[in-house]
């Protein structure tokens, strides 16, 4: 099995919509996903965040500061101002 980056998550375009969150003044936090920087609602958790970059999250290992994030832990895990998360995807094959 191998791990492979997720490409365009976090990259703003125009064919995909989930990329431009609408955050009120004082309610957004920044943080870097796969190194692009983003502002979201803040109080997000893990689970949370995936839904919002439309994520599948059946394949895919979160990573935040550098630290991996269990699956089971992703619900109560809030992702804070200034997080740097890493999503990469499962890929199968050889």
């Known amino acids: ?3 492979v980056a997720l490409r365009g998550y976090g990259r703003r375009s125009r ?3 989930s ?3 609408r ?3 004082g309610q957004g936090i920044s943080i ?3 190194g692009v920087k983003r502002e979201v609602p803040g109080g997000q958790s893990v689970s949370d965040l995936l839904r919002r970059l439309e994520i599948s999250s059946e394949r895919v ?3 935040l ?3 991996i994030v269990r699956k089971r832990d992703w619900e109560r895990t809030v992702v804070a101002d200034g997080a740097e998360i ?3 995807e499962f890929v199968g094959g050889g």
């Open 15 to 17: 064919e995909n919509k």
């Open 86 to 88: 890493e999503v990469v």
């Open 65 to 67: 500061d550098k630290s």
């Open 61 to 63: 290992a979160v990573e």
């Open 19 to 21: 990329e431009d969150f």
């Open 1 to 3: 099995m191998t791990l």
């Open 32 to 34: 870097l996903v796969n």
């Open 23 to 25: 955050v009120e003044l």
